[in-house]
């Protein structure tokens, strides 16, 4: 429990400093953009892990002659 709480601090500070520079260097809507692209690469890296997993699961097939 400590661990993760030390995550959720130390991203609950680097994400608005990250946000508050990429916006003041950049522009507001890049930040926008950036996020979004973000959680896009996170969403593929969930749906990869997760069909990972899935084909490692699935037992071989069993040839029958």
């Known amino acids: ?4 709480a030390s995550a959720a ?7 608005p400093l990250a ?7 950049i522009g507001f809507r ?3 953009v950036f ?4 959680l896009l690469a996170t969403v593929a890296v969930v ?12 037992p071989e097939p069993v040839a029958t002659a």
């Open 30 to 32: 890049a930040t926008f």
């Open 47 to 58: 749906l990869w892990t997760e069909r990972r997993q899935r084909d490692r699961e699935q």
């Open 19 to 25: 946000g508050a520079g990429l916006a003041a260097s």
């Open 1 to 4: 429990f400590g661990l993760m």
């Open 9 to 15: 601090a130390i991203g609950g500070f680097i994400g």
């Open 35 to 38: 996020c979004g692209l973000v």
